[in-house]
């Protein structure tokens, strides 16, 4: 059981560059999240899903775009990178069926932006 | 909506000293509260979290928190803290009808010095 997986670990675009940033999970957790993380400002939600083919926008959603086609998948796509995206990417998972309401992260991606 | 207020930046302390990490929450609607921790470099665990019942609920690892409804509050205290302790610590808030959309606080560096 891997939980949570993300791919890359790290990454570096040029402005302008698209990308897609791969999250899995093995849990068949029907909610599935990406966030960011940047000093001082937390984790901040850009997109959320909470099953196959059902997306929404969260806090900063601008400059991303998501996709669920499985449960297992949800991968994030910025399709023209600017520097402020530079950040920390982590992806969640969770589930409502067993009531313990939590989150669970994958290891995160580093991305910069030059 | 709803948002979390972590007063403390950063918090150094000596090792075996007690320590409390301050979280503030405001929301129109009833909430689950949770506390994760995140060491160097990695990604974010569960260290606890607060649905219902006992206000008072505590880690494995001899963390605790109390969820003060009055007060909107749910500060983390460790009694005593180790060396091992050193990380960044996230409050985290979701509504109960949406657990997938975690509002964090901005975190607060625990620094334990020996």
């Known amino acids: 059981n891997a939980g949570v997986t993300q791919t890359p670990k790290f990454q570096v675009l040029k402005t302008g560059q698209s990308m897609t940033l791969q999250c899995a999970q093995d849990?068949?957790?029907?909610?599935m999240s990406w966030y960011r993380q940047d000093p001082g400002m937390g984790l901040r939600l850009i997109h959320y899903s909470v099953g196959a083919g059902i997306t929404d926008q969260g806090e900063v959603p601008n400059g991303y775009n998501v996709s669920r086609s499985t449960t297992e998948d949800f991968p994030l796509r910025l399709l023209s990178a600017a520097p402020s995206q530079t950040s920390v990417y982590f992806c969640?998972?969770?589930?409502?069926?067993?009531?313990?309401?939590?989150?669970?992260f994958g290891p995160g991606t580093r991305l910069t932006v030059t | 909506a709803q948002s979390v207020t972590q007063l403390d930046s950063q918090v150094p302390v000596f090792e075996e000293a007690p320590v409390e990490l301050r979280c503030n929450y405001s929301?129109?609607?009833?909430?689950?509260l949770f506390w994760y921790v995140q060491y160097p470099n990695q990604g974010l665990q569960l260290l606890l979290k607060?649905?219902?019942?006992?206000?008072l609920v505590e880690s494995i690892n001899g963390f605790e928190a109390e969820f003060n409804k009055s007060q909107t509050s749910f500060h983390l205290r460790k009694p005593s803290v180790h060396i091992s302790d050193t990380a960044e610590y996230f409050c985290?808030?979701?509504?109960?009808?949406?657990?997938?959309?975690?509002?964090f606080g901005s975190g607060t560096r625990l620094l334990v010095r020996p």
């Open positions: 607060y649905l219902s019942g006992s206000t």
């Open positions: 985290a808030v979701t509504s109960m009808d949406s657990s997938y959309k975690l509002i």
């Open positions: 929301s129109s609607v009833s909430v689950y």
């Open positions: 969640a998972s969770s589930t409502p069926r067993t009531g313990r309401r939590e989150q669970y």
């Open positions: 849990m068949n957790h029907e909610y």
